[in-house]
Antibody, heavy 120, light 110 residues
Framework: QVQLQESGPGLVKPSETLSLTCTVS????????WSWIRQPAGKGLDWIGR???????NYNPSLKSRVTMSVDTSNNQFSLKLSSMTAADTAVYYC??????????????WGQGTMVTVSS | QSALTQPASVSGSPGQSISISCTGT?????????VSWYQQHPGKAPKLMIYEGSKRPSGVSNRFSGSKSGNTASLTISGLQAEDEADYYCCSYAGTGIWVFGGGTKLTVL
């Protein structure tokens, strides 16, 4: 069973750039879409964007100016960079797999999530 | 893209059925057969319960069902059990590679 694991700093200073990596284990990163989704404490899910294994990307229009995603197929990893961080970006960040076009690209596998706090 | 609209909370007694609505627009829910539903218990990652509006992944109880009419999708849980108490989120494709979630619904089993 494919598993996802997020990694990165738990604390980021205001105005700095957040960098997170999601490692895909027990499966291939190829031929799937991979998304980043975040959830502020006590609030709902917010789709940040996705990257295909080929490197093509789609971003949430509300975050597009600050988001960059990349993929490293040789290491079965994909990454998120979110610039100009503010307190409003404090959240649990999840990585998730799009299930494929035959199943509507639903998010079928999720990482456990990593808490990111923006504070000086 | 605006978030899809869900009721903040619903409740039901064990054994009863409840439904959670998810209202979007003709640009998302109404245009694509790509509505999914997720269950999230406190402190846990979301779990896929329904995809393509009405299909269940392997391992998900047949007590969970989904439907769609126009710009509104619905999740129905029949035979409520204590373990169903959780937050539920809908999600829809909104075109050009964009996805949008609902605000979430807290289900309380009385």
């Amino acid at each position: 069973q494919v598993q996802l694991q997020e990694s990165g700093p738990g604390l980021v200073k205001p105005s700095e750039t957040l960098s997170l990596t999601c490692t895909v284990s027990d499966g291939s990163i190829s031929n799937y879409f991979w998304s980043w989704i975040r959830q502020p404490a006590g609030k709902g899910l917010d789709w940040i964007g996705r990257i295909y294994s080929s490197g093509s990307t789609n971003y949430n229009p509300s975050l597009k100016s600050r988001v960059t995603m990349s993929v490293d197929t040789s290491n079965n990893q994909f990454s998120l960079k979110l610039s100009s961080m503010t307190a409003a970006d404090t959240a649990v960040y999840y990585c998730a797999r799009g299930s494929g076009s035959r199943t509507g690209e639903a998010f079928d596998i999720w990482g456990q999530g990593t808490m990111v706090t923006v504070s000086s | 893209q605006s978030a899809l609209t869900q009721p903040a909370s619903v409740s039901g007694s064990p054994g009863q059925s409840i439904s959670i609505s998810c209202t979007g627009t003709s640009s998302d829910v109404g245009s694509y057969n790509r509505v999914s539903w997720y269950q999230q218990h406190p402190g846990k990652a979301p779990k896929l319960m329904i995809y393509e509006g009405s299909k269940r992944p392997s391992g998900v109880s047949n007590r969970f069902s989904g439907s769609k009419s126009g710009n509104t999708a619905s999740l129905t849980i029949s035979g409520l059990q204590a373990e169903d108490e959780a937050d539920y989120y809908c999600c829809s494709y909104a075109g050009t590679g964009i996805w949008v979630f609902g605000g979430g619904t807290k289900l309380t089993v009385l």
